[in-house]
C-alpha cells in the first residue's frame, strides 16, 4: 500500500487536506469521490507521513523563509515548470468538474498555492473571463506562462465542448514530459559530480601540493624523467599564468557563443548532438518522444494539422528537427499527406514514418503518435540506463589515468633520488 496526500474542497468550497493509504493514485482519487469531496491535487506521500500529516505538507526549503511579497515576485519572474504546469491544470481541471463555473474555478485557484504559477496569474484570469473573453484568449494574453500548444489545447477544449477532457490529458502531458527531464536529470548526476570533483582535486593539487614537490625537487641536482617535467610545466601554467589560461577560457567560450548563435553554427551543433557516441541516442529518442508526444497530443484534442505542425515546430529545440517539421507543414499544406515528407527528410525513423502512414490509412493518426511517443520513452529509459552503466567505468579509467600520471610524476625522481643516494 502507498500513501497520497491530497487537496479537495467540500460542496460548501471549504478546502481540506489529508492522507490516504490506498494501492494506487486511482484507488486515491476515488475514496476521496466517495467522500463526497471534489479533488484538487493527489501526491505521493513518504512513508512515515501520516504520522503528522500537517509537518508532511509544509516542506522546508529557502524560499518558505522570504516574504509572501517576494516570493511572488521571484515566481513572476521565471516561466513555470512543466510539472506545476500540470499541477495547476489538474487542479483547474478537477474544479470546473466539479461543477463549479468557471469565474468561480479561477477564483479557487486564486487560493490554491501552485508552485512557480502566481496567484495573480489566476486573478487575471478570473477578470478577462468576466469582461467576456474566453479562457484561451484570456490566457493567450499571458505568454510567459502558457505556451502557444497550451492556448491551442484549451481553444481546441473550449470547441468541442470538452474542455475538462481536455486539460487532463494536458496535465497528463506535462507530467510525462517533466518525468522524462527528471530522468535525464537524475542520470546525469553522477558523471557530472565526478567530474567535477575531479577537476578541483586535480586543480588543487597543481596549485597548492605540486609547488612544494618542485621545491624538493630543486633542492637535489638530478635529472628529472619526462613525465615530471610536464607536470611541473603545468603546474606553473596554473600558477604563474593562470590568468593567460583564464582569458584562453574566457575566448573560447566567447567563440563557442557566436558559433552557437550562428544558423549555420546552431545547426552545425544540433547535428553532432544526435551523432554523439551514447549521448546522442538519448537525445534522439528525446526528440522524437517529444515530436510524437505533441503533435498526437495536439491533433486527439482537435486542433488543425497545420496549426499542430507550428506549433510542434516552436517546441521542438532542435534545429535539425525544426526544418523538417516546416518542410512536412510546407507539404502538408500543398495537399500531401504527413507520412510523405516525414520519409523525405530522412531524419525521421522508419518506425515512425510506418506508423504514421498506418495512422492515416486507419484514421486514427493521434493514437499512432501517441503509441510511438509511449514507445521512445521507454526506450529513452533503456538508452539512459545504457549511458549511465558505460558512463562509470568510463570515469573511473579516465580518472585512474590521471591519478596514476600524477603519481608516477611525482614518485619516478624520488627513486631516482634514493638510488643517488645509496
Known amino acids: 500500500m502507498a500513501q497520497f496526500s491530497y487537496k479537495a474542497r467540500k460542496r460548501s468550497g471549504e478546502l481540506v487536506e489529508g492522507l490516504l493509504e490506498v494501492a494506487d493514485r486511482s484507488a ?9 469531496l471534489f479533488p484538487i491535487a493527489v501526491d505521493s506521500a513518504k512513508p512515515g ?31 513555470p515548470k512543466l510539472q506545476e504546469l500540470a499541477t495547476f491544470t489538474s487542479q483547474l481541471a478537477n474544479l470546473v468538474n466539479s461543477g463549479m463555473p468557471l469565474t468561480v474555478a479561477l477564483t479557487s485557484m486564486t487560493h490554491l498555492q501552485t508552485k512557480g504559477i502566481p496567484s495573480e496569474v489566476s486573478r487575471n484570469l478570473k477578470q478577462e473571463v468576466t469582461e467576456g473573453r474566453s479562457l484561451s484568449d484570456a490566457m493567450a494574453m499571458q505568454p510567459r506562462i502558457f505556451s502557444d500548444l497550451y492556448v491551442n489545447m484549451v481553444r481546441a477544449g473550449e470547441t468541442s465542448g470538452s474542455l475538462v477532457q481536455v486539460m487532463r490529458r494536458m496535465a497528463q502531458h506535462f507530467q510525462q514530459f517533466a518525468d522524462v527531464q527528471a530522468k535525464f536529470k537524475s542520470a546525469m548526476i553522477y558523471p557530472v559530480l565526478v567530474i567535477g ?10 596549485t597548492v601540493m605540486m609547488p612544494k614537490f618542485i621545491e624538493i625537487f630543486n633542492g637535489f641536482n638530478i635529472e628529472l624523467p619526462v613525465p615530471t617535467k610536464i607536470l611541473i610545466a603545468t603546474s606553473r601554467m596554473f600558477t604563474d599564468y593562470w590568468w593567460l589560461m583564464g582569458l584562453m577560457v574566457i575566448t573560447l567560450i566567447v567563440l563557442f557563443k557566436r558559433f552557437q548563435s550562428s544558423p549555420a553554427g546552431a545547426r552545425k551543433l544540433d547535428e553532432w548532438r544526435m551523432k554523439a557516441p551514447v549521448f546522442g541516442r538519448v537525445i534522439q529518442v528525446n526528440l522524437f518522444g517529444q515530436f510524437a508526444r ?9 486542433v488543425p494539422v497545420l496549426t499542430a505542425l507550428k506549433i510542434t ?7 535539425l528537427i525544426k526544418e523538417a517539421i516546416a518542410k512536412t507543414r510546407e507539404a502538408v499544406t500543398d495537399g500531401k499527406t504527413l507520412a510523405q515528407p516525414l520519409a523525405q527528410s530522412k531524419l525521421f525513423p522508419q518506425l515512425m514514418v510506418d ?31 545504457v549511458m549511465s552503466d558505460l558512463i562509470g567505468p568510463v570515469l573511473i579509467i579516465v580518472m585512474a589515468i ?3 600520471f600524477l603519481l608516477l610524476s611525482i614518485f619516478l ?10
Do not use: C
Open 197 to 206: 570533483v575531479g577537476v578541483l582535486l586535480v586543480t588543487f593539487f597543481m
Open 313 to 319: 515546430e516552436q517546441v521542438m529545440s532542435n534545429g
Open 49 to 79: 507521513a501520516a504520522a503528522d500529516s500537517k509537518t508532511a505538507s509544509k516542506a522546508v526549503n529557502f524560499a518558505s523563509f522570504l516574504p509572501p511579497s517576494m516570493r511572488e515576485q521571484m515566481a513572476q519572474k521565471r516561466k
Open 294 to 302: 505533441t503533435l498526437g497530443t495536439l491533433l486527439q484534442n482537435g
Open 355 to 385: 506508423l504514421v502512414r498506418i495512422g492515416e490509412e486507419t484514421g486514427d493518426v493521434p493514437g499512432a503518435l501517441n503509441n510511438l511517443a509511449d514507445t521512445y520513452e521507454n526506450e529513452l529509459q533503456i538508452a539512459l540506463r
Open 402 to 404: 590521471v591519478v596514476g
Open 413 to 422: 625522481p624520488l627513486f631516482r633520488l634514493i638510488s643517488a643516494i645509496h
Open 28 to 36: 486515491a482519487l476515488v475514496q476521496i469521490q466517495r467522500s463526497g
